[in-house]
């Protein structure tokens, strides 16, 4: 094993540019405590909330913190207890690093809403690092089909997206619904694979003109603005841009009985609602972590359907830039970090 590890420190939040606010630190690679791993990455993807984090909109709770939660590595090593996964195995860890596995939440399948969770990259150093060390219960064995750099998007945009569409109320059974997606970007990519693979009629709104055109590409039915409402009623739809003008007009644009699922950790505010926009019982949902079952069930059918990902690769030195580049929206599909190990 190495005797040095590099990793993307965040000492504490700032605009995103080219130079920080992450700073490079070069250590010893971390010991894996009792029930944990030591997992040697090779990439990581870049999500929006680490940028949320980085700069503040989300609140840091722990300083220094290494960003970085759709991780991809091997483990290569154990802590006091533990012997599964085996070295050598590759594995992927998602935003949900740790729960007390006690609580009602925990006990009924609801894992998700632990008021004591533990999330990689926030709570826990991530993976914007050469190494990292995770519990050994919240690795995921990454099936065959997916290099390392694809695989990483579908950890955390992939697998919210698929937890997004079950809160939706969409699902294999729904053949033949209307689904709306508010926002095109790499969590949606996936979403609308998955849906059309189970013959859902997918809509999409996203200013981007280059997005409404992948969209179309992927099988929408149509694509247009936000300012623009689809042309039949929706059965559900999902929001992913964090703007609470967004979610008003997902709303707007459902049929009777219709759900909107918020796919957002941060969201600018909620305006005022006109009750006829709720009305018909409209229901708003919000999409809150995912759990360990959510990540299983989403690699296996993400290696069945396949999805495939879109992304730009960038070296682990060019954090900070991927970071500025997606607060920019400087980015088709996800900024993914490889890490070099030679």
Known sequence: MTATATAWQLDRPGPATDDGPLRRVVLEPPDPAPGEVLVEVHACAVCRTDLQ?????????R????????VVGTVVGHGPGVTEPAVGTRVGLAWIAGT?????FCRTGRENLCEDARF?????????????TARADFTHPLPDGFDDLDAAPLLCGGVIGYR????????????????????????????????RHWGVEVHVCTRSEREQRAALDLGAAWAGGYDERPPVAL?????????GDVVVAALQALDRGGVVAINAIHLDRVPELAYDDLWWERSLRSVANVTRTDVREFL????????????EV??????????????????GGSFVLAVDHS
Not at 63 to 70: D, F, I, M, R, S
Not at 120 to 132: E, S
Request: net charge neutral; charged share 15%; proline share 5%.
């Open 63 to 70: 300083q220094p913190v290494v960003p970085g939660h759709q």
């Open 164 to 195: 997004s569409l079950g809160v939706a109320g969409v699902g294999a059974h729904s053949a033949g619904t209307t689904l709306g997606l508010y926002g095109f970007g790499a969590s949606a990519t996936c979403v609308i694979q998955v849906a």
């Open 53 to 61: 984090l980085v700069e503040g909109d989300l609140a840091v709770r």
């Open 300 to 311: 296996a059918l993400a290696a069945e359907i396949p999805v495939r990902t879109r992304t």
């Open 100 to 104: 007390c596995g006690r609580c009602r």
């Open 120 to 132: 990689t990259g926030w709570d826990r150093d991530g993976g914007y690092a050469t190494h990292v």
């Open 314 to 331: 960038l070296p682990l030195e060019s954090a900070n830039t991927a970071l500025r580049r997606l607060a920019a929206g400087d980015v």
């Open 235 to 243: 059965d559900a739809a999902i929001t992913f841009a964090p703007s």
